[in-house]
């Protein structure tokens, strides 16, 4: 009976350890797999097309190694890996569809966990968790795994450091491939168990007997073992147990009764046996008590004890135990209590993170300032939470911040910004602390955080009106007096202490009569009662005896707002007019002479305004006509070629169009070239300051002139100093690019072998601005230092020649030279005939503060194939008066797909916008009848155009043209010549923010 009641204790304790670690396994196993689904969730199908981004993407995972330590694969459809967070293993390019997981997530699209299996490159035990990748439609076009190495530590290595007793173990077992997955004993990992039909007990185990129970192993020893499923894999854990172990205290317990009754003989047999009975008795109770609670659970009950002597003292013992027990519980339920009253009302926001930063808790303050649910944030990843949904930058700054705070014995402070339910943005002041126990373990991440929107909001304009107020006094140069009714002076303000006629100190507290001559102090007194009397005094004029001279000051009173118990005072402002009653007194003096002089002058300047006047206009209008004239045939010439080639099917005709065209594209860089240098010395040329990457500005450089260097088997290398390459400018990237490209285009242009490098280095590093220093080097001809005189004149080369070799109008580096000037740097060159040039210039850029945002995805597909496929049969308006852009126009967007009406001026346009709705108009602004930016205005005050993407599609491409165009309503601006590839980027951003 002892034996079964022992039995019937260990294993209700077996099982009980069994079910926490099968359920612990089942939680871990079922939150990688979940993992894995929301990675797979956010690998877009352009994604899979580019695997360097998605080695990018896995790289930036930082929880990816704590979850799976044999990393994380990515495949296409067809089973082959083609990213790996651990690519030194090999795995890239290793096609995995004989793996049956694998297969069924591809085939199938189920997620999945693997039996283990050896490694193809790891060599050693694994298995792996398998998700789906769907592109929008559902469709499964990929799948993602994630890969546990039995051989390595791992989350399942508490099954392996577990132990049961003194000897007892545990087995993970696998039973459809009847496979040890894990143990205790490590050397069992990956271990067959027999074959059906060679041991009974396994096989029942192995068809989900969950039972405690004993059998005969292999060994031939008795173990008492109890089962428990995984549900996510089907998989058991088993506690193993010895019964020699298990029931080694009854034994022990026989065997000194066998000893007691072999001693006594048989007569007393019976009476021993009551004795024993009668000792038992208690024991026997008490172990069915406990067994009792054990099964039922808490609260605990205090054992019955029916004797006074060891046996009593025992179970009493064990009451106080229980009792121990019982106010240790209690204590912990009013402390958790306690805990959580105060957790949910400290702070504004309080949210506690395990290592790997998935949220724990969060306090019901946060949730209700928020507006968002506990779920929402717990048992997921704390950048993943509705509070950061449009701001993933939070998604790598959270990381780094939780490192830095685990690094750290001190709270990390920051200021934060987060979202609430309604998507508005807020401030806070927030801190991360790593919360730690006595012996330094980490424990737990600790985020508190209070909302500042209101105070900072607060703060500024307290500080933005004490600045404008001081700012406003500081630039007044008149005397500001506080004063009383009997013209006490209370307070003053002036920058100029030597008008007063008395030192300030001696001012306070005194009256003018006090500190005045009579004359003056009655005048102050007289403006003071007038100010009393009718609110406002000016005119006012006294003179004043000062050290350095005689000076006039004219007086303004005005009475200012106190409290009600306070007595009236007012502000008076004292004006010195010295200077003015002197220059009255001359002018009276001299007004008849000054008179005359200043008809005669005034004629001459009146002539000469409007004859300066007349020439900047007519050549301002000389430079616009010449743009719009220029540019506009320019796009009949290259539209009508780009038509052309897109027809043509006769080699040499594309050969023939080809030349046409890049003859085209020279002349139109002539053009630009001459107008740019027209607008320079015009003044009418512009910078904007536009927050920008140097790195951009390079990667532009390298995509137009890449292949021409390739071209002349040249190298073209970029030497950029890690601090440039890091920092965010602000400037003109545009005019910093065409810079860069005419030194690098000149570069390619006279350098027949070698290589030709750009370089960038960090001159000045201030705290608003930054001086950059940029050297293109060359292997080519180099320059004389007689002709490095008069390369940056414009129309001039170093040799006359050269026009006739290398082509070119001599005006690509004064234009640069005027561009660097006017960025605040200069340029030079440094030449030696035969070995090469280095041209350098300096900029200086504005340090950036804002982010700038990442380089968008490239989607695999071209604009022009996007608008087809997504835009095709659209109805978009095109406004156009000249026969051959029209031509041009239209063959461009019917090309498209797209549905196009054509109104020959301003007028036009607008009779069709009353007839159509069209989701877009392009505007040329030089129309008859009604001009494109009245017909803009026009179109805009119909009902269901405030929201119609209108683009300017002019030959006026300069920026104040552009300006005009955006004032006057239209959203984006295409110069002539049109670029197709630009026209069709244009129309396809316009056209999805439509849609959004």
């Not at 060679?198 to 129970?213: A, C, K, P, W």
């Not at 080639?645 to 890049?662: E, F, G, H």
Request: glycine content about 6%; some cysteine.
């Amino acid at each position: 009976m002892l034996r079964e009641d022992m039995k019937h204790l260990l294993g209700n304790q077996q099982q009980s350890s069994v079910s926490m670690l099968a359920a612990e396994a089942d939680r871990e196993l079922s939150e990688r797999l979940k993992w894995l689904e929301s990675i797979g969730a956010r690998i877009t199908p352009a994604m899979l097309d580019n695997p360097a981004a998605l080695q990018e993407f896995l790289a930036q995972r930082v929880v990816l190694p704590s979850l799976f330590n044999g990393g994380a694969i990515i495949y296409r459809a067809d089973g082959t890996a083609i990213a790996d967070s651990l690519p030194e293993t090999g795995r890239i390019g290793v096609n995995y569809m004989d793996i049956e997981t694998i297969a069924a997530a591809l085939k199938e699209g189920k997620s999945n966990i693997s039996t283990p299996v050896m490694g193809k490159k790891l060599g050693m035990p694994v298995f792996g968790m398998t998700a789906p990748i769907r592109d929008t439609h559902g469709k499964v076009i990929g799948a993602v795994a994630g890969v546990t190495n039995l051989g390595l530590p791992n989350y399942l290595d508490k099954i392996q450091n577990s132990v049961f007793g003194k000897t007892g173990s545990y087995l993970l077992i696998a039973p459809e491939a009847r496979l040890i997955v894990t143990a205790s004993d490590k050397a069992r990992i990956m271990e067959t168990l027999p074959a059906p039909g060679v041991n009974s007990m396994i096989d029942r185990f192995l068809q989900g007997h969950e039972v405690t129970e004993t059998f005969v192993n292999s060994r031939g020893v008795e173990m008492l073992r109890s089962s428990r499923k995984i549900p996510v894999t089907g998989w058991y854990v088993s506690a193993l147990l010895p019964t020699a172990e298990a029931f080694a205290p009854i034994h022990a317990m026989q065997q000194r009764v066998l000893i007691a009754t072999m001693l006594l003989t048989l007569l007393a047999g019976g009476l021993i046996w009551w004795l024993l009975r009668r000792e038992f008795a208690p024991m026997q109770a008490t172990v069915n008590a406990l067994v009792s609670q054990s099964e039922s659970g808490w609260p605990r009950q205090p054992l019955p004890i029916l004797r006074q002597d060891e046996i009593g003292q025992l179970i009493g013992s064990f009451n106080q135990l229980l009792e121990t027990l019982r106010q240790g519980e209690n204590l912990l339920r009013q402390r958790e209590a306690k805990y959580r009253a105060v957790f949910n009302q400290q702070f504004e926001f309080v949210a506690i993170l395990n290592a790997d930063g998935v949220v724990l808790d969060i306090n019901e303050t946060a949730l209700n300032k928020i507006g968002v649910k506990r779920e929402d944030f717990v048992g997921k990843l704390f950048w993943l939470s509705p509070s950061w949904r449009d701001l993933p930058e939070w998604h790598q700054i959270w990381p780094d911040r939780l490192r830095k705070a685990m690094a750290s014995s001190e709270s990390i402070l920051t200021e934060d910004i987060y979202q609430l339910d309604n998507g508005v943005t807020r401030t806070a002041d927030a801190a991360t602390t790593a919360i730690r126990d006595a012996d330094g373990n980490f424990q737990f991440f600790l985020i508190e955080a209070s909302d500042t929107t209101e105070r900072k909001q607060t703060d500024e304009a307290i500080k933005a009106a004490r600045s404008q107020l001081q700012a406003t006094l500081d630039a007044l140069p008149d005397l500001l007096f506080e004063v009383d009714a009997e013209g006490r002076i209370f307070n003053y303000h002036t920058h100029r202490t030597d008008l007063l006629a008395a030192p300030p100190e001696v001012f306070m507290g005194k009256r003018f009569a006090d500190v005045l001559p009579p004359d003056a102090a009655s005048a102050c007194q007289r403006a003071i009662d007038e100010a009393k009397q009718n609110g406002f005094s000016s005119g006012v004029t006294i003179r004043l005896p000062l050290p350095q001279g005689e000076h006039w000051f004219e007086l303004s009173v005005a009475p200012m707002q106190v409290a009600a118990q306070s007595a009236q005072r007012f502000i008076m402002i004292s004006r010195d007019i010295s200077e003015r009653v002197t220059a009255e007194a001359e002018l009276d003096q001299y007004r008849h002479h000054l008179e005359k002089l200043v008809e005669t002058r005034t004629a001459e300047l009146s002539i000469a305004k409007d004859a300066a006047e007349a020439a900047n206009i007519a050549k301002s209008q000389f430079i616009s006509n010449m743009s719009h004239e220029l540019r506009t045939p320019m796009n009949g010439v290259m539209g009508m070629v780009d038509m052309a080639l897109q027809r043509a099917t006769d080699p040499q005709q594309i050969d023939w169009l080809n030349k046409s065209k890049s003859s085209a594209q020279h002349l139109l860089a002539v053009i630009n070239d001459i107008l740019d240098i027209s607008k320079i010395e015009a003044e009418r040329l512009t910078l904007e300051s536009i927050h920008f990457r140097f790195g951009e500005v390079l990667e532009n450089l390298l995509s137009l002139l890449g292949h021409k260097a390739d071209a002349k088997q040249l190298k073209l290398l970029v030497d950029l100093e890690s601090d440039v390459s890091r920092m965010a400018f602000l400037g003109d990237p545009l005019r910093l690019g065409q810079v860069l490209l005419n030194l690098t285009g000149n570069a390619l242009k006279f350098t027949d072998h070698g290589s030709i490098t750009v370089r960038a280095r960090l001159l000045e590093d201030n705290p608003e601005t930054v001086l950059l220093h940029i050297e293109i080097a060359d292997t080519g001809i180099g320059i004389s230092a007689e002709d490095q005189k008069k390369i940056f004149t414009a129309f001039e080369q170093a040799d006359g020649s050269m026009t006739r070799k290398y082509g070119g109008t001599g005006l690509g580096l004064a234009i640069s030279k005027r561009l660097v000037q006017l960025m605040g740097g200069e340029i030079g060159v440094e030449s030696t005939p035969g070995v090469g040039s280095t041209f350098w210039f300096t900029v200086r850029l504005g340090k950036s503060t804002d982010a700038v945002l990442p380089a968008p995805t490239v989607t695999g597909k071209s604009a022009h194939e996007r608008l087809l496929d997504e835009y095709a049969g659209t109805r978009v308006l095109l406004a156009e008066d000249e026969p051959i852009n029209q031509e041009v126009s239209r063959g461009l967007l019917e090309d498209a797909g797209f549905i196009v009406d054509l109104a020959d001026d301003g007028l036009q346009v607008l009779k069709l916008a009353k007839k159509y709705v069209y989701a877009l108009i392009l505007m040329d602004m030089q129309m008859p009848l009604m001009n494109g930016v009245e017909a803009t205005m026009a179109v805009r005050m119909l009902l269901n155009y405030a929201q119609v993407p209108i683009l300017a599609m002019t030959a006026n491409a300069f920026d104040e043209d552009r300006q005009i165009c955006l004032n006057a309503g239209m959203n984006d601006h295409i110069g002539k010549p049109v670029d197709p590839d630009r026209l069709y980027e244009t129309l396809l951003r316009w056209l999805e923010k439509c849609d959004g």
